[in-house]
């Protein structure tokens, strides 16, 4: 299968191209290297990827949908993963256009480019829990309404399923939307909380902790993420009557409390943290918390990796990485 691969060089892109690589896949990734975390690690991810038979690297923002034809000219894609994006909540403080950019004009780009491509078989593409705000009950189903997102982010990432949507019943475009539960690992974001405190605790560093540390995360391993985009990416697109769009939350289905995590990443480092009470920043919502029936139902989603494994398995990269 030939796929389309944007947000190639990002922590899910990386580890989902190596894992669809490893499976004969054939990959053209694009990623726009930005410096929303330092792009030395980017750079690094892709390093791992580029001998690899099958796999093609362009620049390429997806905020512009010329750059986007430039990238892929004269090629043919069997599927799209989409995975693209302006991450993280508390940024949209910052720079709330970049997320515009990013993931609504990005987003519709990706949908025409889709929409207009020959034989394209199916559409994938990166949602977040960050659409269920703090008003949904755990845990929290796919059906529920999910219109009061607390941050820019998470907003941006609902309008983007409802584009999904409105392209799948006007055009019949085939696409499965996932809600992405806090995910962590190996060669993961700078701008996680787990990166941020095993930083701080082996550098001796205090570590702002929001909430008493009482916010719980659904906190998903991967390796789990990347067993299910690999199985969505190889099954076919059922028939369906209705618009055929689809949405899936992909959790571990365990939350956890923030000073779990802590307690955990002390456990690995063999270090202590030193913990400052701090107040929520605007957008930081208490919970998460995945229903993963739907996915189980469908694709046979087993998240394996408990936080008490992931974590240390984390520590011991991130030591390497670091050379700590």
Known sequence: MRLLLTGGAGFIGFHAAA??????HEITALDNLNAYYDPALKRARLAQLSDRAGFRFAACDIGDAEAIAAATAGERYDAILHLAAQ????HGLVDPGSYTRSNLVGHQNVLEFARHHEGLAHLIYASSSSVYGNDSTPPFSEDARADKPLSYY???KR???LMSHSYAA???LKQTGLRFFTVYGPWGRPDMAYWLFTDAILNGRPLPVFGGGTLRRDFTYIDDIVAALVRIVETPFPATPEAPHRLYNLGNGRPESVLTLIRLIEEATGESARIE???APPGDVRETYADISRAARDFGFAPATPLTEGIPRFVEWFRRYRSL
């Open 87 to 90: 991450a993280g909540v508390r």
């Open 19 to 24: 894992a669809l690589l490893a499976r004969g």
């Open 170 to 172: 006007l055009f019949g």
């Open 159 to 161: 309008a983007g399923e």
């Open 154 to 156: 998470g907003a941006t």
């Open 277 to 279: 009470q701090a107040k």
